[in-house]
């Protein structure tokens, strides 16, 4: 197996365990914003301690880092935060797993995105999985009280904070790929923590400054939760570190075709964890919609 795949799959375990604590925080203390702010306050510090570190003990120095590579990172990292709000206030209405289901359009998106701006072609069953994921999300779309499928499902509320945050996934994982290919460095660890500190450095900033204008008291509040916030920022690291290390190794799109493992981590959680129930519908949404990506995997 391939190096980047098994960091791949790392990387999924890693993000389901760290959205399971977001989801635990946002339905007792802290809003979205607040949620996503643990994450980077407790990972951001440690990541530059990490980079410091790994680059003294392999005798490189800090590289320079290039115009494009800054235009990149702030556009990766801004779409990130959004992500991440998006896929917070998910949790607050549907369950664990079809939130995670809603996130993963992000490979689907990040194909048509492709194709749009980049004219990347996609083969005939490359379109075919695109539709057979479109069909997976509108299924899901619909609330779990409602009965069969109507267009203006995809109206609510849920569904469209979903697709966003998938949206704004793709962007950020094209970005932080472009970003790193920009660092002039043979290691490709080096450049995957280089430029994870950089991104999540730029996020912590830009998070505490929107706290604090728009909504003090959670700073405070993500500080009263450190015991549980803490483990968000490390998990956090973790996954970011693997994530980035993959993207240094492989296409973006690959990396998360792969990662589209984290389904099934999330239906465990949800099932074991969480004790939510899944009803039918949620379950065919999520085969259809777990079945185009690995078409995607076949086919790309």
């Known amino acids: 197996m391939s190096l980047w795949i098994g960091i791949s799959i790392a990387a999924a375990v890693f993000q389901t365990l760290r959205f399971m604590l977001q989801k635990m925080m946002a339905k007792q203390t802290l809003s979205a914003a607040g949620a996503t702010f643990a994450r980077f306050l407790y990972s951001a510090p440690f990541v530059v301690l990490f980079t410091a570190i790994y680059l003294a003990q392999t ?83 619909a609330s779990p009280e409602q009965g069969r499928f109507k267009m203006r499902d995809i109206a609510n509320r849920a569904a469209g904070l979903g697709l966003l945050s998938g949206a704004l996934f793709a962007v950020s994982a094209v970005s932080y790929r472009g970003a790193s290919l920009q660092i002039d460095m043979g290691d490709h660890w080096a450049r995957a923590a280089v430029t994870l500190a950089m991104v999540t450095s730029m996020q912590l ?70 004790r939510e129930r899944i009803v039918l519908r949620e379950w065919i949404g999520m085969a259809i919609l777990g079945s185009s990506v690995l078409m995607l995997v076949l086919v790309i």
Not at 78 to 100: D, E, W, Y
Not at 104 to 117: H, M, P, Q, R
Not at 234 to 249: E, H, I, K, N, T
């Open 205 to 274: 900033i830009g998070m505490a400054i929107w706290l604090a204008w728009r909504d003090a008291p959670q700073i405070g509040a993500v500080w009263r939760a450190r015991r549980v916030t803490a483990w968000i920022g490390v998990l956090s690291m973790a996954g970011s570190f693997c994530w980035f290390s993959a993207f240094a190794l492989q296409n973006a799109a690959y990396v998360k075709a792969v990662g589209q493992i984290e389904l099934i981590f999330s239906l465990m959680v949800t099932v074991i964890f969480f």
């Open 59 to 141: 005798g490189q120095s800090w590289p320079t880092l290039p115009p494009v590579f800054w235009i990149y990172a702030v556009c990766g990292s801004k779409a990130q935060v959004l992500a991440t709000v998006c896929v917070v206030m998910v949790f607050k209405s549907r369950n664990f797993a079809v939130g995670i289901t809603f996130k993963k359009s992000e490979v689907i998106l990040a194909v048509v995105t492709g194709l749009v701006i980049l004219g990347d072609q996609v083969t005939a069953w490359g379109l075919c999985a695109i539709v057979l994921g479109v069909i997976g999300v509108l299924v899901l779309s």
